[in-house]
């Protein structure tokens, strides 16, 4: 029905960056909160960064002033500008959407989470 696609992952130097995006696509009405969480090895899933459809942001504490979220609601798009990154933000991260779709005649709502895509910093 719905799906969201991460890509942009990579290895990147401690200090580097790296944008990570995360498209939405299927029959989709409205996509209302998206955000990115993260998972490092042995560790549980966290939350990064969220965005509402009208723009608002949070932030973890470990990422603020260095990870920046945006959307294209035309695109159906959602980002993350990762600066001065470090060894500790190594993690798969995934992207989810709250989505709102049209299944047959009626209206469905769903979270989708994304595959994830590996983020490693090396010291």
């Known amino acids: 029905q719905v799906q969201v696609v991460e890509s942009g992952g990579g290895l990147v130097q401690a200090g580097g960056s790296l944008r990570l995006s995360c498209a939405a696509s299927g029959n989709i009405f409205q996509i209302n909160n998206m955000g990115w969480h993260r998972q490092a090895p042995g560790k549980q899933r966290e939350l990064v960064a969220t965005?509402?459809?009208?723009?608002?942001?949070t932030y973890a504490d470990s990422v603020k002033d260095r990870f920046t979220i945006s959307r294209d609601n035309a695109k159906k798009t959602v980002y993350l500008e990762m600066n001065s990154l470090k060894p500790e933000d190594t993690a798969v991260y995934y992207c989810?959407?709250?989505?709102?779709?049209?299944?047959?005649?009626?209206?469905?709502?769903?979270?989708?989470w994304g595959q994830g895509t590996q983020v490693t910093v090396s010291s």
């Open positions: 965005i509402t459809r009208g723009g608002s942001t």
């Open positions: 989810n959407a709250d989505i709102k779709y049209l299944s047959g005649v009626l209206f469905k709502s769903v979270g989708s």
